[in-house]
């Protein structure tokens, strides 16, 4: 078999992830028939079949779900390379991925996560949906459930707990309205919490997380927030006790095959010693007074 280049293996993962030709036309910019072309021409370089082609689009073969195992690691792998061939700094870059909570508390604590003298860079990437990290988008990832990837060395953190929180200089009202996250974009448990049980005196919609703290602290309704968070603003008080069934687990988690590279490794120990020094905190058991 002759070399293959690495742009026809692009083109394969185009049509692999669009289940056909013409997302990957879209994606790509060569028609559908040059696509066709390049696909069939690519199967008999290798040798093998990689497509069942039907009107409804390509469905991988098992040799295709193979190769597009393959051809994802190939992509981190030319993604890294170019990441460093571009960077001038010479200090490698590690990517995080955490949500808008995490990240909130990780920047107010920047000191114990990174200093001056550390010879790598962070690239953190803040995101609601789990962090994947399959075709090596990240480095590092948080995630409120246990991974059941092979691939990737987990370390439990604790608990994280959650309760509702009003602006401290709001006296309570019984008919006090709730801020939450619009539904298309509540994606968590403690997203949903205000549709499900106060779906009537919704007052504020938003579309991001973050909103939720800010409108709060500014007096206009009560949200739900992790009390790692609503626990240290000073301008938010607890409305009743944290709701036992939004209680969530913590995992940090890496590739296997990073977990003994000694910037990730470093990163990792400082995240995983800032979570568990905070303990109480993330399992709410420092409510302000």
């Known amino acids: 078999m002759k070399n293959i280049s690495w742009d026809s293996y692009a083109l394969f993962l185009h049509v692999a992830r669009g289940g056909g030709l013409s997302g990957a036309s879209a994606a790509t910019g060569l028609s559908p028939a040059t696509l066709g072309r390049r696909m069939l021409d690519l199967e008999a370089e290798i040798g093998r079949a990689l497509f069942i082609r039907s009107r409804t689009g390509y469905r991988l073969t098992a040799d295709g779900e193979m190769l597009l195992s393959q051809?994802?690691?190939?992509?981190?792998?030319?993604?890294?390379?170019?990441?460093?061939?571009?960077?001038?700094?010479?200090?490698?870059?590690?990517?995080?991925?955490?949500?808008?909570?995490?990240?909130?508390?990780?920047?107010?604590?920047w000191g114990r996560l990174c200093g001056p003298l550390d010879r790598f860079r962070l690239d953190i990437f803040i995101a609601e949906r789990r962090a994947s990290l399959a075709y090596r988008e990240s480095d590092i990832g948080l995630r409120s459930f246990e991974p059941e990837e092979t691939y990737l060395a987990t370390a439990r953190l604790g608990h994280v707990a959650y309760a509702a929180y009003r602006a401290r200089h709001v006296a309570p009202s019984a008919d006090e309205g709730w801020i939450a996250v619009g539904q298309d974009d509540a994606i968590s448990a403690y997203l949903?919490?205000?549709?499900?049980?106060?779906?009537?005196?919704?007052?504020?919609?938003?579309?991001?997380?973050?909103?939720?703290?800010?409108?709060?602290?500014?007096?206009?309704?009560?949200?739900?927030?992790?009390?790692?968070?609503?626990?240290?603003?000073?301008?938010?008080?607890?409305?009743?006790?944290?709701?036992?069934?939004?209680?969530?687990?913590?995992?940090?988690?890496?590739?296997?095959?990073?977990?003994?590279?000694?910037d990730i490794r470093l990163v990792v120990d400082r995240m995983t010693a800032l979570v568990r020094d905070g303990e109480k905190l993330f399992s709410g058991m420092l409510a302000q007074p």
């Open 192 to 262: 949903l919490y205000p549709h499900e049980r106060h779906a009537k005196r919704i007052a504020v919609l938003v579309n991001r997380p973050r909103s939720l703290l800010d409108l709060a602290s500014a007096g206009a309704g009560i949200a739900v927030l992790p009390c790692f968070v609503g626990d240290q603003v000073p301008d938010l008080v607890r409305v009743g006790e944290p709701i036992d069934a939004l209680r969530q687990g913590q995992w940090i988690v890496m590739n296997n095959d990073d977990r003994h590279r000694r």
């Open 71 to 109: 051809c994802q690691e190939m992509e981190g792998t030319a993604r890294r390379i170019a990441g460093w061939s571009a960077d001038d700094t010479g200090k490698p870059l590690i990517r995080l991925a955490c949500g808008t909570w995490m990240a909130w508390h990780l920047m107010r604590h």
